[in-house]
């Protein structure tokens, strides 16, 4: 009787078997979740920083990019009209250009763009935000790169200039508008009266308000400049497509 006890009692060899198997998962699982928090902190300190101004990145692709900011460089080159980008993206953006291609609609006025950034920073003029503040006066803008082109009202460092009145200019295609002013060309025809205008901001002003019973199409051949290949696009910037648009606050 005290036999067949203590052969109940004493654990079996399928007992040793099982906690020895388990023994074996606890450690298989404990060696895998040190991998996973080792392999977690690895790719927390993998960064790709920058020597020029210490700003870091998790791809060195994406450094590359950043860094032809500082270089200027620009390698990525039109084949029609020769305009370099610094990415491949903001080229093939270029291209559309050429092509006339706007796959980017805006589902409230019908306006068309190259880019969907454009359309983005394009709906914004539709709600009225102007989420980027000026430091230094009170005026707020939809865009960052419209902040930018406002600071040169504060310094006064234009950097296109007139070489006939020498009026500054925070773009070079505002530039290339202004020059219409003083060759009297008028590309944009009203199609409703003839009359014709230098700039396209000014024929849509001229139709809202002689002829504002007939629809407005901003997608309308009408409203778009014949000279397409004036507009640019570059790395992170967004493509200026409203380029007929003349800085009204310089006063230079």
Not at 37 to 58: L, Y
Not at 224 to 239: A, F, R, T
Request: overall charge positive; aromatic content about 6%.
């Amino acid at each position: 009787m005290s036999f067949m006890i203590d052969r109940l009692l004493a654990p079996s060899a399928c007992s040793s078997s099982i906690t020895s198997t388990i023994n074996v998962t606890r450690s298989a699982l404990q060696s895998l979740t040190n991998t996973c928090i080792s392999t977690s902190q690895q790719k927390q300190r993998r960064m790709w920083q920058c020597d020029i101004c210490s700003k870091a990145f998790d791809r060195p692709s994406l450094l590359t990019r950043h860094i032809r900011t500082h270089t200027g460089e620009k390698p990525h080159e039109c084949d029609i009209c020769t305009k370099a980008f610094s990415t491949s993206s903001s080229l093939n953006t270029h291209r559309r250009i050429h092509s006339g291609e706007k796959p980017h609609v805006c589902e409230i006025c019908n306006k068309r763009f190259t880019a969907s950034s454009n359309l983005y920073y394009h709906k914004l003029t539709h709600s009225k935000e102007k989420p980027h503040k000026c430091c230094q006066c009170s005026k707020s803008f939809a865009t960052p790169g419209d902040l930018r082109c406002h600071l040169h009202v504060h310094n006064g460092t234009w950097p296109f200039r007139c070489s006939i009145c020498t009026r500054g200019f925070s773009k070079q295609t505002n530039l290339r508008n202004h020059l219409l002013i003083h060759s009297g060309e008028k590309p944009f025809e009203c199609v409703h009266c003839t009359k014709r205008f230098s700039l396209s901001c000014n024929l849509r002003s001229h139709v809202r308000t002689h002829h504002n019973d007939v629809p407005l199409d901003f997608s309308s051949s009408s409203f778009q400049s014949e000279n397409q290949s004036l507009s640019h696009v570059d790395g992170d910037e967004s493509v200026d497509e409203d380029e007929d648009m003349i800085d009204v606050e310089n006063e230079d």
